[in-house]
Every structure is written in C-alpha cells, then in structure tokens.
Nanobody
C-alpha cells in the first residue's frame, strides 16, 4: 500500500503563488507517474500536471506557463509550483501516483484564489 500526503494549499490573492508538495510512503517499489489533479465544485476531476519517472512533464493547457511540476525520486516526492494564480484555479488539488498495477490518491488540499 502507498500513502500520499499533500501539503501547501491555502488562500492566495489573484496573481499570487503557492507551492504544493506530496510525499509518498509505504510499500513503494517503483512509482511511474506522479502528479496532480484538481476538482472544483460541480466539475469533474481534471489533470493538472504529471511527470513520469525520469521523463518530461505533461501539463493541462490551462496551466501551461504558470505551473511547474518537479519530482525528487530519491524522496518519492512531487511538487507543484503555481504562479500567476487565477480565481479559476480554485479547487481541491489531489496528488496522484501509480505503479504498473495500482493507482493511488492523496486526501486533497484546498487551493482558493480570491481577493
């Protein structure tokens, strides 16, 4: 079993920045993708950014140029640097990771962008 623990959410003004972190622990043999999804009220959960172990990141079009995902494989941790935040970025952000056989989710962290 793999546990994902997120941190770093909160309230920020439009144009501001936040950094999310997600640490994986437990029975980790190899994590393939690690990344972030988000879900706003009334909306489906959507991809924000993913990065394959040793690979290039993939971003949703809505966050390209503003968000940066990075990964520390030695620490089994993934980060999301969010800049130029907009009110439409308001959502619960979920950490995601998978192996060849299983997918795992964190409990979610709230990000609110409001003046």
């Amino acid at each position: 079993q793999v546990q994902l623990v997120e941190s770093g959410g909160g309230l920020v003004q439009p144009g501001g920045s936040l950094r999310l972190s997600c640490a994986a622990s437990g029975s980790i043999f190899r994590l393939n993708n690690m990344g972030w999804y988000r879900q706003a009220p009334g909306n489906q959960r959507e991809l924000v950014a993913l990065v394959w172990s040793g690979g290039s990141p993939n971003y949703a079009d809505s966050v390209k140029g503003r968000f940066t995902i990075s990964r520390d494989n030695a620490k089994n941790t993934v980060y999301l640097e969010m800049n130029s935040l907009k009110p439409e970025d308001t959502a619960v952000y979920y950490c995601y990771a998978n192996t060849w056989t299983n997918a795992y989710w964190g409990q979610g962290t709230q990000v609110t962008v409001s003046s």
